[in-house]
């Protein structure tokens, strides 16, 4: 999977879910090499830009995607949630049963869900 808007990054996959989530890291870590380096970062294209601009290869099954991407600012934020108590004892559990904070576990958790990892 290639993705147009930032040269040189691609994700590849067995299948199109894996393609994605790859194409994702990448993007990721594509972005903050940049971010490191003090490097601009291109503007994003829509969808309908890409298609206008971009060779579609459609015949080779190609298709176009928006792959939604978080980027850390590195500034932990304080944040005042509300959850159910069973909830909150099974996200504890398992957060420890995967040696990760609570916090971590719910921000990574939440990292999932947006990016659409399952």
Partial sequence: MRVPDL????????SP???????TSAVREWIETRTTRH???????????LLLQEELNAAAGES??????????????RANLSLDAGLLAAIDEE??????????FIASAAREKIEGHR
Avoid: K, Y
């Fill in 17 to 23: 879910e894996e393609a994605i989530a790859d194409a």
């Fill in 95 to 104: 957060a420890g049963r995967r040696g990760l904070t609570r916090s971590a």
């Fill in 64 to 77: 176009a995607v928006m792959i939604p991407v978080l980027v850390d600012s590195g500034r932990p934020v």
């Fill in 7 to 14: 040269p040189g990054c691609h994700g590849g996959g067995a």
């Fill in 39 to 49: 490097l601009p970062l291109p503007a994003a294209r829509t969808v309908a830009q």
